[in-house]
């Protein structure tokens, strides 16, 4: 089951693999857990609203982790986001 993990970013490090921006400190940053050969993980960061239903194609039971680390406004906006881009083929566990 593939695994999304959204925490605030603890540095300007990471890079979004949707737009190659940074993502700033202390902002939302979505991780796409990505599976490679041989059983090795990889994460992929995004910015919040660079990840859309597009990097769930051909994705099926999500999971998300990492909601009730945000703060309130926080993670209604990020739950309603995934409610949004869930669908009965891709099916979101919270
Ligand atoms: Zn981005």
Redesign the pocket.
């Known amino acids: 089951m593939p695994l999304i993990q959204v925490t605030y970013s603890p540095s300007n490090r990471s890079c979004?693999r949707?737009?190659y921006?940074k993502?700033a400190e202390n902002t939302i940053r979505i991780g796409y857990y990505v599976k490679k050969g041989g059983g090795y993980t990889n994460i992929q960061w995004?910015?919040e609203?660079?990840f859309t239903k597009a990097n769930l194609w051909g994705v099926t039971d999500i999971e998300l982790t990492g909601l009730e680390e945000l703060s309130g406004q926080d993670r209604l906006r990020v739950k309603e986001k995934f409610e949004a881009i869930q669908s009965k083929k891709n099916p979101v566990k919270f």
């Open positions: 979004c949707n737009c921006e993502i995004y910015h609203k660079c």
